[in-house]
């Protein structure tokens, strides 16, 4: 999808207490995985509760492009019949991933392991972002790349006749570059290893294992993991049901939590280790969070989560946390607002590669809105209390920006206005009607040019 040209500004009105029973929509990295591994099956996976927003609905139509059939039918199931594993087709255009890192970054590994030239672009966001995180692993395997500078979108790479197993260790903590190489090496003769010195969401791991490839992962002397991947498997298409996205259920959670009166259930809640932070760490601030019902489905944690009004106390989230609540930070910040006392964040150097320079656009949204915070190249130090509002926050094209100081609006003194909502389609395209049917009220403005 090409970049977005009108921006949508939003305000959130101070809200009435939050009720109800609620499902956010799908797990984005589960979808975007379930798409790309049935584009390498042999026959039909069947996917259910797949995430229908912006960034995965790019990499639907990246695996149309790569040759694979991708449909949706009337009931909402999404069938997907795969080429093999080195079964891709040279694109005939360029492949645009809009706003999506991880649709971009886990494709360049898809296609790195097939001689054909393949084209990447995203939008103004994507285009700012470090590509030579990927490219530089990937290139090591045999790939041929030409990018910008600094290693930046578009770019084409071409990949070889033959591919290279290689042994990675990953020098920053990210799943995505962990999975970009898996994927690289599942067309890769030989064991292509991956090291991960902290331990990151391993929906690949766990999804490949599920199509049948044979992937071992062990324990790395001295911390760590090492996860061992034998090439040129045949993976066989699965039944795949999508849980609710932990890291979209923040925005409920973190909302009923601040709002007085509130007690919302958000069910079916994706509950695997490497993501849920971020409950951890607003139950030490004092959360009252029930984590009921809970269950496994299709090898993942799920469970429904109770959660009622309470007052917080601010904390030292660890650093070694970070992982597992890298895309909640934005919103822990706008809960450690309304938080009495300091909550300190180190170890959060990550969050300026995302969507947006998250750590500058949150300190920006919250001083705006009178709240006092600190921050460094790696943390960022929030002092809460009662919050002024009345701000209009900048959100550089980064839906979470925009949906955690819509919350932040919830309880603020004054309104707080986005400069653009536009972009929470990316991940959650019903975060407005469902906030608003939980009792929370939004005022649109005019839309204006971007
Ligand atoms: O693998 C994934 O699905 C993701 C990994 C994380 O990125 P990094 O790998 O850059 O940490 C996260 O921020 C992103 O939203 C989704
Ligand atoms: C960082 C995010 O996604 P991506 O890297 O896929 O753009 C996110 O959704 O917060």
């Not at 009252?288 to 109770?306: C, F, M, N, S």
Request: glycine letters at 12%; proline letters at 6%.
């Amino acid at each position: 999808m090409a970049s977005q040209a009108i921006a949508r500004p939003l305000t959130s009105l101070t809200s009435a207490p939050l009720r109800g029973r609620v499902r956010v929509p799908g797990d984005k990295s589960i979808s975007h995985r379930a798409l790309m591994l049935g584009a390498l099956a042999v026959g039909e996976t069947v996917i259910t509760g797949l995430l229908e927003a912006e960034d995965v609905m790019n990499t639907a139509a990246a695996m149309r492009a790569f040759g694979a059939t991708v449909i949706r039918d009337d009931a909402g199931v999404w069938r997907v019949n795969g080429l093999g594993v080195g079964g891709l087709l040279e694109p005939a255009g360029i492949v645009d991933f809009g706003n999506a890192g991880t649709g971009v970054r886990l494709t360049m590994g898809l296609a790195a392991a097939q001689p054909i030239a393949v084209t990447f672009t995203g939008d103004a966001s994507l285009i700012k972002r470090p590509m030579g995180r990927v490219l530089e692993p990937l290139s090591e395997m045999g790939v041929e790349v030409i990018a910008r500078s600094g290693g930046r979108l578009p770019l084409t790479m071409r990949g070889p006749r033959l591919p290279l197993p290689i042994t990675y260790r990953l020098p920053v903590s990210s799943a995505q570059v962990k999975s970009a190489v898996l994927l690289a090496g599942l067309g890769t003769p030989g064991v292509t290893t991956v090291i991960e010195p902290v331990f990151t969401r391993d929906h690949t791991e766990r999804m490949l294992k599920g199509f049948g490839a044979d992937i071992e992962i062990s324990d790395e002397p001295g911390g760590g993991r090492r996860i061992a991947l034998a090439g040129r498997p045949e993976l066989k298409p699965q039944a795949i049901d999508v849980p609710a996205d932990p890291s979209s259920a923040a925005f409920p959670i973190v909302a009923a939590t601040l709002v007085e009166g509130s007690d919302v259930t958000v069910e079916g809640v994706l509950m695997n280790p490497a993501r849920i932070g971020l409950i951890d760490t607003l139950l030490e601030m004092g959360a009252d969070i029930e984590v009921t019902a809970e269950r496994t489905t299709g090898g993942e944690r799920l469970a429904d989560l109770r959660v009622r009004h309470a007052e917080l106390k601010g904390v030292t989230v660890p650093a070694e946390r970070a992982p597992s609540m890298i895309d909640e930070y934005p919103i822990l910040a706008v809960a450690a607002a309304a938080a009495s006392g300091e909550t300190r964040m180190p170890g959060i150097g990550e969050m300026r590669v995302k969507e947006s320079d998250r750590l500058a656009a949150v300190a920006a949204g919250l001083r705006v809105n009178g709240v006092a915070c600190s921050e460094g190249p790696d943390w960022l130090s929030v002092r809460g209390g009662r919050i002024a509002g009345g701000g209009r926050v900048v959100t550089h094209l980064d839906h979470r920006i925009a949906m955690s100081f819509l919350v932040l609006g919830m309880v603020a003194g004054n309104p707080v206005s986005v400069d653009d909502a536009s972009m929470i389609a990316t991940s959650f395209p019903t975060f407005e009607a469902l906030m608003t049917g939980l009792g929370a009220s939004f005022e649109a403005a005019e839309a204006a040019d971007a």
